[in-house]
């Protein structure tokens, strides 16, 4: 008679189990990850604008109200908003949607940084506290 080789079914629930709590750990990490990535990315589009919001103001005067007066268009996961006295970048893609990012100037000229929506307790940036 040939002995039978291969996985018990015991052995092979045991594997699932396993992969199962892996995932279970790595999927929300993972997801912060992409999080984090789309706000960094938010970050560096508005913060490329800040010369020019500059140079505007230094031109005209005054603080510009809308993207178009400083170049602004979109980046590749959302839009850029001005106001006055600020730049947004809104997530409106990707893994950190429904987030954004809002640089707020002072009268003085020095730039705050503010992170909004879901992200903004859980994610840490550099250049954004």
Known sequence: MKKQQGFTLIELMIVV???GVLSAIA???YQKYVQ????A?????????????EDYVAVSGAAPTQASDI????FSLGTIGVTSGAITANITKGGGKDNSIVLTRS???????????AAASDVKLNGCP
């Open 36 to 39: 984090k990535g789309a706000l």
């Open 27 to 29: 999927i929300p990490q």
């Open 41 to 53: 990315s938010a970050l560096a589009s508005a913060t490329a604008l800040k010369t020019n919001y």
């Open 17 to 19: 189990a396993v992969i």
């Open 107 to 117: 009268s003085g000229g020095s730039w705050s940084c503010a992170i909004s929506g």
């Open 71 to 74: 170049g602004a268009v979109s």
